[in-house]
């Protein structure tokens, strides 16, 4: 079994397992890309996990991540910040036996639109540098903004734009994940 299939496994194993205990939920989708998220909510502390396969790349990442969030939700911004652990198979070079892993800090924000409240932007963006960077991985870092529409109280339909960007010690670059997508979210 290859690597990109280990990793695309334990992923679905994650997020099945997250998905009983999940208190959000997210798939986001291209032609060949597919991307799932969940999130457990506990108090102003968020358990995350998410899972990315580009088939045109031939790459997969998937990650866990803690973030310390507003637990107030009256107001019309939602701000979090955190920490995720990366684990990225870039098959580089055309071999299968390159996984790189990373921590990564950065955040995430939701503006909803007061005038137009099922309307808010979504964004987020996490940043790996060298030193917390393992294998030959030099830095990587990964963003993603999205128009969202509140279709029912708790679920969001979006188009969404990201990218995850590996460079290597080689100044090898791979761009991965890049795009836009259409998705769905759904709280419970």
Do not use: C
């Not at 973030?67 to 701000?79: A, R, V």
């Amino acid at each position: 079994m290859n690597l990109t299939n280990k990793a695309l496994l334990l992923t679905a194993g994650i997020l099945s397992s997250s998905m009983v205990f999940a208190s959000s939920a997210g798939v986001s989708l291209t032609n060949d890309m597919a991307k799932a998220d969940v999130s457990m909510d506990m108090g102003p502390f968020a358990l995350t996990a998410g899972g990315t396969h580009d088939s045109d790349d031939d790459t997969s990442s998937g990650y866990v991540g803690l973030n310390i969030q507003d637990t107030d939700t009256s107001g019309p911004l939602q701000i979090g910040l955190g920490v995720r652990l990366y684990a990225l198979d870039n098959n580089l070079n055309g071999k299968n036996d390159d996984v790189a892993v990373a921590a990564a800090l950065g955040g995430w924000y939701r503006y909803t639109f007061p005038m137009a409240n099922r309307l808010s932007i979504y964004a987020s963006g996490y940043y790996s540098p060298e030193v917390l960077s393992v294998s030959r991985l030099d830095h990587m870092y990964t963003y993603d903004i999205r128009g969202e529409y509140m279709t029912t109280q708790n679920t969001r339909a979006y188009i969404g734009y990201g990218s995850t960007v590996s460079v290597y010690t080689n100044d090898e670059r791979r761009e991965t994940s890049d795009g836009l997508s259409i998705g769905a979210s759904v709280a419970f």
